[in-house]
């Protein structure tokens, strides 16, 4: 079974700034993504970036980029010129995908507990 | 925004009646998934439906059942309502996107069991 940790349960940052929130994991999988999902005060589960394994590159999406390292298991996600919006809670995921017998993939994805990022004006 | 819809969006109601939850996608997708989300455990899959009638257990399934009898609607029931059940319920549907897949969130369900 994977496991997905984040060990910062709680981060704050000063608008316009740059944070970087944790996220490792534990797999035996060669092939996987790997996620980070922001959920504002909403609830609505919001996917920020996605990154494949087998991909060495660091995926970016405007402001939002990952380090991801792959031995060391480690799936950063920094955020840059930091804004008020950017308050939630984020939430690091994995993805294995697999066939099981009748031949249907799955998709599940397995979340870690999330950090709460506070912007602060 | 991937079509997906649930229903109720809030409910309450007490220990011991059976509740059903509905999820509904417009968009044709082959996965749907239940997840319930907890203070200090993210969210955990209860099950997932890989297409009609083709349903599996997640990591938390006790106490849930899931039918799908057509590809728009996935209903989580909960047999008899106990108060561990109080959370928040999302749905979820696999897409393809490029060289893999990504999961969209329904708005979400916050049921609290009285």
């Known amino acids: 079974a994977q496991t997905v940790t984040q060990s910062q349960p709680e981060m704050s940052v000063q608008e316009a700034e740059t944070v970087t929130l944790s996220c490792t994991y534990d797999t035996s999988e060669n092939n996987y993504y790997l996620f980070w999902y922001k959920q504002p005060p909403s609830r609505q589960m919001i996917l920020v970036i996605r990154?494949?394994?087998?991909?060495?590159q660091n995926a970016t999406e405007n402001r939002f980029s990952v380090n991801f390292q792959k031995a060391a298991k480690s799936f950063s996600l920094k955020i840059s010129d930091s804004q008020l919006g950017d308050t939630a809670m984020y939430f690091c995921?994995?993805?294995?995908?697999?066939?099981?017998?009748?031949?249907?993939?799955?998709?599940?994805?397995?979340f870690g507990k999330g950090t709460k990022l506070s912007v602060i004006p | 925004d991937a079509g997906i819809t649930q229903s109720p969006r809030h409910k309450v109601t007490e220990t011991g009646t059976p509740v059903t939850l509905r999820c509904h996608q417009t968009e044709n997708h082959r996965y749907m998934y239940w997840y319930r989300q907890d203070p200090g455990h993210g969210l955990r899959l209860i099950h997932y439906s890989y297409g009609v009638k083709d349903t599996d257990k997640g990591e938390v399934s006790d106490g849930y059942s899931v039918s799908r009898s057509k590809t728009e609607d996935f209903l989580l029931t909960l047999e008899s309502a106990t108060s561990s059940q109080t959370s928040v319920y999302f749905c979820?549907?696999?897409?393809?996107?490029?060289?893999?897949?990504?999961?969209?969130f329904g708005p979400g369900t916050r049921l609290t069991v009285t």
């Open positions: 979820a549907i696999s897409e393809s996107r490029g060289s893999g897949y990504e999961q969209y």
């Open positions: 990154q494949e394994a087998y991909k060495q």
């Open positions: 995921a994995f993805m294995k995908s697999w066939l099981d017998g009748s031949g249907a993939g799955s998709y599940q994805l397995t």
